[in-house]
């Protein structure tokens, strides 16, 4: 089974991006929607979490809101919550990875927003990193219900800056030329790792290698 780690800034067309993969038949792992399952209740989260943010679990499970107020209080604390949560996701990633291969899924697509931040791009066969211009990028972000210029700056800190990222892409999508042309991309990446004979260019790590013993 082939593993791709997907990528991008805040406002990059990730999102979209990871449904043309699944059209063409990749499984898609979302880490955003593994952590919202260790915050519902009887999450594995739920009680690391609560513990060390006292006050946050709201009948059995995770209040976001009040989990961001505590991070906004302490400068050390995403640190904390990262300790935490990133060993479940991981673990959870893990198993999702093996029961796919087990299925006969030949294509598997890890849509993680901090895939370089959190080292995740290690564990891929190869890396895609969706990007666009950076005047799409910002019209696109400020254009959400609530989004501010201080909040969008914020958000951009937290992450790897999108030239990075794409100085250690294995394959870019540019979302910035449409949906067709990012459409006939996505194709030929799926079309390259899956055809006979290619290489992944990062060291392959199998769900069985992650697993812990």
Known sequence: MIVLGLTGSIGMGKSTTARMFADHGALVWNSDEAVHALYARGGAAV??????????????????????????????????LEQIVHPLVARGRTDDLVEAERNGVKLAVLDIPL????????????????????????????ARPGMTGERFDAILKRQTPDTE????????????????????????????????????????????AEAPH
């Open 165 to 208: 990222k794409r100085r250690r892409a294995d394959f870019i999508v540019d979302t910035g030329h449409g949906l067709e042309a990012a459409r006939a991309r996505v194709a030929d990446i799926v079309g390259t790792v899956l055809s006979p004979g290619w290489t992944p260019p990062r060291r392959t790590l199998s769900p069985e």
């Open 115 to 142: 895939l370089f931040e959190t080292g995740g791009d290690a564990a891929v066969d190869a890396v895609v990193v969706v990007t666009a211009d950076a005047d799409i990028q910002a019209a696109r972000v400020l």
């Open 47 to 80: 009680e690391p979490v609560g513990a060390a943010f006292p006050g946050v679990v709201v009948e059995g499970a995770i209040d976001r809101a009040r989990l961001a107020e505590a991070l906004g209080r302490d400068d050390q604390a995403f640190r904390r």
